[in-house]
């Protein structure tokens, strides 16, 4: 399933494009669901449809989003419940660990009384991630859209996976769970659950869904589209993004450039903001084509309601532009998403075969004595990268954003001799250490 998240800078429009890229999805013929976390009610005033409400049931029975609504043929909308996952899921957490709470005398919370707690949001949102991927066969979605909050939440939603493994890993090696197998024998005895038994089958449970939860994230068939309103200010917030998304190894499949306002217009005011988006947009080209394509979306006059002409109709040159500058009878006609999908496109077909790995350790022993770790970071600054060395682990930070990176074998047996930021690649320079090193006889 190809699944493309749709995140940006702050009040860029990304809900407009997500939905816009799920229904040119939809318009190629396939199965495609647009899953939105915003709470407020967004969504629903946008797409012009009623509440999204939870299905039936116990929560604990429930995936982590609403029923679905179909919006247009082959097309699914459903957004994100985190009250009713989180109670769902502490119930059933409550369940399991009834022995453990009785024998400590702890009184179960019931789920009328559970209210999600900060930070929740992100976790449902990786659950629902996972979860769109184990539909049974011939009851899932080709294409999942997912409306995610602003990039540079995003992009720490996205690392959390993997930073909660490894926090996982050093609270509870595996090596300290050799004994085991002598712990239901001990529970027999002792008459009630062990302690520690539950708490390993739960941090069990808890790796193999934020391993799942990863592969997800780091799919070939996972793509970022970035969106943006042209314009001064955007433009470091849009870099930041890039260096941090290229740090955890998302693909950035496009950059929408939203809101565009028309040119050519005798208005010295809105000629002015035209001319600054204008010059926004160049450099946008010139930092992204043509390895990722920029795509442009014109400014509608008004904000999108519904779905508009299923038939996807776009606006001729001047329809729908701002109040009082060409558009005529256009400008008054409410403006649907159909206006917007053919130029926002479908997400590309997912990759035949995987890309190279880019973090790929080059040998140059035998000219410079050293062995060269290149690590793609475009949009990076000198001023905010940090690089240190923790044992086999490289602690690389981006800006706001830092992942640990665990060495390839080769270099463990290394120090670092340099490092340096060349082209949007953050090169370092390891040097075999005599000691650790292999010596020929």
């Known amino acids: 399933m190809r699944t493309v998240l749709v995140t940006g800078t702050g009040g860029a429009g990304r809900t407009t494009v997500a939905a816009a890229t799920a229904l040119a999805a939809a318009r190629e013929g396939q199965r495609t669901l647009l899953l939105t976390a915003d709470p407020d009610g967004t969504p629903e005033a946008l797409l012009g449809i009623r509440a999204l409400r939870s299905a039936p049931g116990r929560p604990a029975d429930r995936l982590p989003w609403s029923v679905p609504v179909e919006l247009a043929p082959g097309l699914w909308v459903a957004r994100i419940i985190t009250d009713e996952w989180f109670r769902g899921e502490l119930t059933a957490l409550q369940d399991r660990g009834h022995g453990l709470l009785d024998l400590l005398g702890a009184t179960p919370l019931d789920g009328e009384e559970l209210t999600a707690l900060p930070g929740v949001e992100s976790i449902a949102l990786l659950r629902a991630l996972r979860a769109a991927q184990t539909a049974p066969p011939g009851t899932g979605w080709d294409v999942l859209v997912v409306d995610m909050p602003p990039a540079p939440d995003t992009v720490a939603l996205l690392a959390l996976p993997e930073q909660l493994r490894r926090y996982l890993r050093r609270l509870l090696p595996?090596?300290?769970?050799?004994?085991?197998?002598?712990?239901?024998?001990?529970?027999?005895?002792?008459?009630?659950?062990?302690?520690?038994?539950?708490?390993?089958?739960?941090?069990?449970?808890?790796?193999?869904?934020l391993a799942a939860v990863q592969g997800v994230i780091?799919?070939?068939?996972?793509?970022?589209?970035?969106?943006?309103?042209?314009?001064?200010?955007?433009?470091?917030?849009?870099?930041?993004?890039?260096?941090?998304?290229?740090?955890?190894?998302?693909?950035?499949?496009?950059?929408?450039?939203?809101?565009?306002?028309?040119?050519?217009?005798?208005?010295?005011?809105?000629?002015?903001?035209?001319?600054?988006?204008?010059?926004?947009?160049?450099?946008?080209?010139?930092?992204?084509?043509?390895?990722?394509?920029?795509?442009?979306?014109?400014?509608?006059?008004?904000?999108?309601?519904?779905?508009?002409?299923?038939?996807?109709?776009?606006?001729?040159?001047?329809?729908?532009?701002?109040?009082?500058?060409?558009?005529?009878?256009?400008?008054?006609?409410?403006?649907?998403?159909?206006?917007?999908?053919?130029?926002?496109?479908?997400?590309?077909?997912?990759?035949?075969?995987?890309?190279?790995?880019p973090w790929t350790v080059e040998d140059r022993l035998?000219?410079?004595?050293?062995?060269?770790?290149?690590?793609?970071?475009?949009?990076?600054?000198?001023?905010?990268?940090?690089?240190v060395r923790r044992g086999d682990e490289l602690i690389v930070t981006v800006g706001p954003f830092h992942r640990v990176l665990p060495l390839p074998s080769a270099l463990r047996r290394c120090t670092v001799s340099a490092a340096g930021l060349r082209d949007g690649w953050l090169q370092v320079r390891f040097t075999p250490d005599p000691d650790l090193w292999p010596k020929r006889l």
């Open 366 to 387: 035998a000219d410079d004595g050293v062995l060269l770790w290149r690590l793609p970071l475009p949009g990076a600054d000198r001023d905010g990268l940090g690089l």
């Open 174 to 209: 595996a090596e300290r769970q050799a004994a085991r197998a002598l712990r239901p024998m001990l529970a027999q005895l002792a008459g009630v659950p062990m302690p520690a038994q539950k708490l390993y089958e739960t941090a069990e449970r808890w790796e193999r869904e």
């Open 218 to 357: 780091e799919s070939e068939a996972t793509t970022v589209r970035l969106v943006v309103e042209p314009g001064p200010l955007a433009d470091r917030a849009l870099r930041t993004a890039r260096a941090g998304l290229a740090l955890h190894g998302c693909r950035v499949e496009a950059v929408i450039a939203n809101r565009l306002l028309p040119t050519g217009t005798s208005d010295p005011w809105l000629a002015a903001l035209s001319g600054q988006q204008q010059a926004a947009l160049k450099e946008l080209y010139e930092q992204w084509a043509p390895a990722v394509p920029v795509r442009e979306l014109p400014h509608l006059g008004r904000d999108p309601h519904g779905v508009g002409d299923p038939r996807g109709a776009e606006p001729r040159p001047g329809e729908g532009g701002v109040d009082g500058v060409d558009g005529g009878d256009a400008q008054r006609a409410p403006a649907g998403l159909a206006a917007l999908a053919g130029a926002v496109g479908a997400p590309g077909a997912r990759p035949d075969r995987p890309a190279p790995d």
